[in-house]
């Protein structure tokens, strides 16, 4: 992780990837660091010549071919600015003159077989660096061993061999003991001859005593509570560095697929709240088991937990009632970041574990939001950003340096595949991708993983609905074009028209993959709720602050963000018509807000500054509210004048 | 309780107890504040005339009679110095002028017929007026209820509202919540209309909420934890007043008697810290139940606990191993005074309750002897003080303005009725006080309750060997003297001698009580215990600080020592020939201590401050130990010379 804090983007393709590079770091590092996961079989060494990137702008920055690369790579590999990941990096001589460029200057292409398979597990985020201060350390101590003259207690001699080995704690007196921790003190004492590492939280409490030196063993783990998915990443906290990741569907999933639903269970239900509560905390001590697995660490071995949620993933998680966020005004119990004991919550880790829950902002508006601000720090950028958390719950933040905005916007499950005849979440078999020539209406299309197509994911949805435009196949108000409705690929079903994606011979269960003019609805709900949202919070600010901004910049967030065509969301008018340049993926951002948290204490303090700062707008009262809503349903809208790139609408009929 | 830091001594006979008198309070309000309960049938308004007390110095200081004294009593009781003590206090104008003097100036006999039946339940302590500034307070706050325009979550719209009604608490937003606290937030807030009372703990966290105005409910209870007895004193923290008290034997003497034999057991069985650990805690909570069922109240309106208690019954009600508090250099695991919450401890108060252990001085010396010098103020003295906590661990204390110091001497539990034939703890039946008629050896002697004799406690013991000294039956030595052998009362009993108390016919068992030669020595090794710890600690300090003090007062704390003939215990030399004027019996001082600290929290930061001043001295590791131990043996001592002004000494034989 990084510790110098200079701010050079690197644009990865095709993952659409924008991640901060750390001074020293190589771009294999980079990308692991970041959670990309990469082929490689001599880990980074420059032996195996696995870890083949292609420099597609800027190559002049990087570093030149070292040895290694001109023993690995073709003459003309490295004439087409291939290079290896491990071997280049951004030359030294080059680092202060990029820090001050804007947008990024330096793009490299991943070819596919350089990314392991499972990468479509979302667990990464855009890597702000951040340099390491953790609220969790430890300390080794060889304590003063007490006799007749010196009969001081186990404890007071511990904070006195303390207080002359440590210079960063002022007044060792005034450290507080976890009151688990000073129960084995004693024995933990005598157990190594009085040398002892102790562990400290915020600098001012002791939470753990290990018999010998353990400083080397400190880990914490960051998770991210979402609707749909559930995400754990472990870090060294010595090191700044993820060194395992693991994931898991939402088990409360069962009892409802999105947030209204649970809410609902919760309330018609006596016991609801203490079943969805087990449900994801067990879900998460069964990631901190994979994790820690992966890692050869114990469990124990994990001192702090910080989590990120919407807010309704956050009251359950906390087994606070989250009925009073479902009913007008929608407040929550509490929006303060919290310190907890993990045992308090039943999170297996260290027994004198700690949890930090960043806080929430308002309404449907979590800590999630607060991740995604943290780690993309659209709090720093000086054009007008609107960041898009897609997931099962969608929330918008419009900012810059100057101003925080934030809403919630009920963007429904479709762009996760639920309400979707053929939908499915990003699991193997399912179509992520899509293309339909226009002249013959046959389609191309990708499965994950390669494997014989079972349904139709997210994105698959978002690049049907596009292309199903572009051929003209619908109206631009979603409606199935007359003019087509003879074509073989086009059936009538209880009265209703659905497009066969794939045929019944090609898929894994026999039976047509279509999308419905039903689907077609609930995509345009949700791209609706996206854009008019992101258009009611910009009306807003403009209007108490009499202003006049403009979105110049995207960031789409989120595990559904990060995969889906970005120029197939603006072409279906999910997102504002602005060039691509200016649309960046940024991952997990949430994830990376918890990661962040714990990497750097600071952060917590910023999130709760933060907090005052961000102006929270409850569009759903907003006097403008129907009309926009009714007018983003169109594809691309109903105000073609809002989409001027947008060149293929002249010839798609509007009705 | 005293809200007047007035400093107006009076004592009262012939329970030797010393009080402190609280400006514009009655001697009936004063003595039930302290925990003495007097009979009363119209509780301390003037009717019933049961409250009779009889003035024997200082007449002139009190108030004239009333007109209800006029009526209630006769013009000769009037004469005689006999008030009412609802009716008695000090005159308003002789304040000023007592609280320059010293000794006490006030002397007030209280007849046997107005102290209720079960005052031997030592209970009470010396109350040195403490002003009340609980830890725990309750706030009543209304608070503003959202609405679109402002959809502030619950807890920061409950921190505006108390902000903007409370003054005490500078910045609301960094007030810690009690997570268990905020679960129940939501559900209460609204149970009442948004009306709530607020459990404020340290000014600086939130650790309740309650639907409605509960200010009035807002109690604190202090525990006595003593190797051989527990008591529980629950106190209304709104007027610092005792409701209830409860007592019972530690049920740990099942597994033990004293502390080292506790520390074996610890040492010996697995299960053994976690045995005598849930057998304590289970006795307290037993204890929780009565004094709340006294007091009609349930155990959850009870928010904090105090305790006190020697540092091995503070490590096994903490489960934290006392095995190295019983090796060379003996050392507690902690010494710092501790908060922890209830459900740590398992005690069954309020569920977001707070416990406050007082610190522990060194090796044995504990919690109950920072209690003692808290209630005792021995630190303010201006007179060499010696204090004794007589209890089944001895602890004393030695100390003036300018000094402090103390020591742990194995006292045994000769004291308290253990390891004497026919001892008993003093229950009804024990015989409590004795008299010997040197002429023909008859024995007069009272037993508790006026029950047939079952046996003798530790006040009767110390009573037959001295008055067994006055009338010659043993010597100096403790042997028996051969003079008398012959006497029907002495009896030869295996080799040894015995002394008959009563004879079988009147008893309740219809068997002789006797002491036998093994229960003097028993006692010797008692008093000689706590007659050289006093004399070893005085020279230690006398060398340490090349002065040459000397004990001019005594306190003798603790359930036995108040019940103790203190001219007895000075004649067989337990403590040193000081004038009866100068000894005071203080009470459960210990316990008192406990009492003051949940009343006022400023004596918790005292307590610390103690810490720092207390000189704790290992007075076994004195080179002059084995000595003095054994001049201590003789009554009153090897050297005459100590004791002045015992004359009777000169007619006893040494041997």
């Given amino acids: 992780m990084n510790n110098n804090n200079i701010k050079i983007t690197i644009n990865f393709e095709p993952i659409s990837r924008r991640l901060y590079y750390a001074k020293g770091e190589n771009i294999y590092q980079l990308l692991t660091n970041s959670g990309i996961r990469v082929r490689s079989l001599c880990g980074g060494l420059g032996t195996c010549g696995k870890c083949k990137i292609m420099v597609q702008k800027g190559n002049k920055y990087l570093n030149s071919p070292t040895d290694s690369e001109k023993t690995l790579l073709t003459p003309t590999e490295i004439n087409e600015n291939w290079r290896l990941a491990c071997q280049s990096r951004i030359a030294e001589n080059q680092i202060s003159l990029l820090e001050t460029q804007q947008p990024p200057q330096i793009r490299i292409f991943l070819p596919q077989e350089l990314l392991v398979e499972d990468f479509k597990i979302l667990t990464s985020g855009l890597n702000k660096g951040v340099s390491l201060n953790p609220n969790?350390?430890?300390?080794?101590?060889?304590?003063?061993?007490?006799?007749?003259?010196?009969?001081?207690?186990?404890?007071?001699?511990?904070?006195?061999?303390?207080?002359?080995?440590?210079?960063?704690?002022?007044?060792?007196?005034?450290?507080?003991?976890?009151?688990?921790?000073?129960?084995?003190?004693?024995?933990?004492?005598?157990?190594?001859?009085?040398?002892?590492?102790?562990?400290?939280?915020?600098?001012?409490?002791?939470?753990?005593?290990?018999?010998?030196?353990?400083?080397?063993?400190?880990?914490?783990?960051?998770?991210?509570?979402?609707?749909?998915?559930?995400?754990?990443?472990?870090?060294?906290?010595?090191?700044?560095?993820?060194?395992?990741?693991?994931?898991?569907?939402?088990?409360?999933?069962?009892?409802?697929?999105?947030?209204?639903?649970?809410?609902?269970?919760?309330?018609?239900?006596?016991?609801?709240?203490?079943?969805?509560?087990?449900?994801?905390?067990?879900?998460?001590n069964d990631i901190i088991k994979k994790t820690c697995a992966k890692a050869k660490i114990k469990p124990s071995d994990i001192c702090e937990a910080t989590v990120v949620g919407n807010s309704v993933m956050h009251h359950i998680f906390l087994n606070i009632d989250p009925i009073y966020i479902g009913l007008s005004p929608y407040v929550p119990a509490?929006?303060?970041?919290?310190?907890?004991?993990?045992?308090?919550?039943?999170?297996?880790?260290?027994?004198?574990?700690?949890?930090?829950?960043?806080?929430?902002?308002?309404?449907?508006?979590?800590?999630?939001?607060?991740?995604?601000?943290?780690?993309?720090?659209?709090?720093?950028?000086?054009?007008?950003?609107?960041?898009?958390?897609?997931?099962?719950?969608?929330?918008?933040?419009?900012?810059?340096?100057?101003?925080?905005?934030?809403?919630?916007?009920?963007?429904?499950?479709?762009?996760?595949?639920?309400?979707?005849?053929?939908?499915?979440?990003?699991?193997?078999?399912?179509?992520?991708?899509?293309?339909?020539?226009?002249?013959?209406?046959?389609?191309?299309?990708?499965?994950?993983?390669?494997?014989?197509?079972?349904?139709?994911?997210?994105?698959?949805?978002?690049?049907?609905?596009?292309?199903?435009?572009?051929?003209?196949?619908?109206?631009?108000?979603?409606?199935?074009?007359?003019?087509?409705?003879?074509?073989?690929?086009?059936?009538?079903?209880?009265?209703?028209?659905?497009?066969?994606?794939?045929?019944?011979?090609?898929?894994?269960?026999?039976?047509?993959?279509?999308?419905?003019?039903k689907d077609i609805r609930e995509l345009q709900m949700a791209k609706a709720a996206f854009f008019s949202g992101a258009r009611l919070l910009l009306n807003h600010i403009n209007r108490t602050r009499s202003t006049k901004l403009e979105i110049k910049q995207i960031f789409l967030a989120g595990a559904f963000g990060n995969y889906i065509n970005k120029n197939n969301a603006k072409f279906i008018g999910m997102i504002p018509d602005i060039s691509d340049e200016k649309i960046y993926q940024i991952g997990n951002a949430a994830g990376m807000g918890a990661q962040n948290c714990l990497l750097n204490t600071n952060l917590r303090k910023k999130a709760s500054k933060l907090l005052k700062k961000i102006d929270y707008v409850e569009i759903a009262i907003e006097k403008d509210f129907q009309r926009q809503y009714a007018e983003a349903m169109y594809f691309p809208h109903h105000n073609l004048e809002l989409f001027p790139n947008l060149k293929e609408y002249k010839n798609i009929p509007k009705r």
């Fill in 334 to 517: 509490v929006k303060r970041g919290l310190n907890l004991n993990s045992k308090d919550i039943n999170l297996k880790i260290s027994r004198g574990g700690k949890v930090y829950v960043l806080p929430l902002i308002a309404g449907f508006v979590g800590a999630d939001t607060i991740g995604v601000i943290l780690s993309s720090e659209i709090d720093k950028e000086s054009e007008l950003t609107l960041a898009i958390d897609v997931g099962t719950n969608g929330e918008i933040v419009l900012g810059n340096k100057d101003l925080l905005a934030t809403a919630s916007c009920a963007a429904g499950s479709a762009l996760e595949g639920a309400h979707v005849k053929d939908g499915m979440r990003a699991a193997a078999g399912a179509i992520d991708s899509i293309k339909i020539n226009p002249d013959d209406l046959t389609v191309e299309y990708t499965t994950i993983n390669n494997k014989k197509s079972l349904g139709i994911c997210g994105s698959g949805i978002i690049d049907a609905v596009a292309e199903m435009l572009k051929a003209k196949i619908i109206t631009r108000s979603g409606s199935f074009n007359k003019q087509f409705i003879d074509h073989e690929r086009i059936v009538k079903n209880d009265k209703n028209f659905e497009f066969i994606i794939v045929k019944k011979d090609e898929t894994a269960n026999k039976r047509d993959i279509i999308i419905s003019q």
């Fill in 136 to 284: 969790v350390k430890k300390l080794f101590v060889e304590v003063n061993k007490p006799n007749l003259d010196y009969p001081v207690p186990d404890l007071e001699r511990v904070l006195i061999s303390l207080s002359s080995k440590n210079g960063i704690i002022k007044n060792t007196n005034k450290l507080l003991v976890e009151f688990e921790a000073l129960k084995k003190l004693p024995k933990i004492l005598r157990e190594e001859n009085h040398r002892i590492t102790i562990t400290l939280y915020n600098n001012n409490k002791i939470i753990d005593f290990e018999a010998g030196n353990k400083v080397n063993i400190n880990y914490g783990i960051a998770f991210d509570i979402g609707t749909t998915t559930l995400v754990g990443y472990l870090i060294n906290l010595n090191d700044g560095k993820v060194y395992s990741v693991a994931s898991a569907l939402n088990p409360q999933t069962a009892y409802g697929e999105d947030v209204i639903t649970r809410i609902t269970y919760v309330k018609d239900n006596e016991d609801g709240l203490l079943k969805l509560n087990s449900a994801v905390v067990d879900a998460l």
